[in-house]
Each structure stands twice: as C-alpha cells, then as structure tokens.
C-alpha cells in the first residue's frame, strides 16, 4: 500500500506527523511532505489511521496493484 499527500489542499494542522512521524515530516520550508510513500506491511493500520486523522483530505491511501 502508499500514501500519496495533496500539498495544495494540506492545512498544515500536523496531525500526520504526530501519528506517524517515520512517514510525514515537515521540511525546511514548513510543509509536509512525504518521507516514505511505500507503507510497511506492519504500518498500515497507524498510516490509516494518519490518513483518517488528516482534517482536510490531502492524504490518500493508494493499494498496490
Ligand atoms: S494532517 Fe493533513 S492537513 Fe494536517 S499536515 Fe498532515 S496532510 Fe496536512
């Protein structure tokens, strides 16, 4: 499974990052981005979690196909 992240419609609030911190961190620039888009098998419950936790949608879960 991936994460795909939105920054146009990311709000900043940072929720991603307190959930799973080895997946999102902010940049020197103060956005969000990405640190891993491939989810760990042993991940995907807290990513889901992240993603549900995110206020504005910018993240999106992706299955592989
Ligand atoms: S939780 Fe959503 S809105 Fe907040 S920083 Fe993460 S991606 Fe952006």
């Given at each position: 499974m991936?994460?795909?992240?939105?920054?146009?419609?990311?709000?900043?609030?940072?929720?991603c990052?307190?959930?799973?911190?080895?997946?999102?961190?902010?940049?020197e620039a103060g956005?969000?981005?990405?640190?891993?888009?491939v989810?760990?098998?042993?991940?995907?419950?807290r990513?889901?979690q992240?993603?549900?936790?995110c206020?504005t949608?910018?993240?999106?879960?992706?299955?592989?196909?």
């Amino acid at each position: 499974m991936r994460v795909e992240h939105a920054q146009g419609t990311c709000g900043g609030v940072e929720n991603c990052v307190a959930v799973a911190p080895d997946y999102f961190e902010v940049d020197e620039a103060g956005l969000i981005r990405v640190v891993s888009a491939v989810i760990a098998d042993a991940d995907v419950e807290r990513v889901t979690q992240a993603v549900g936790e995110c206020p504005t949608g910018a993240l999106r879960l992706l299955k592989d196909s």
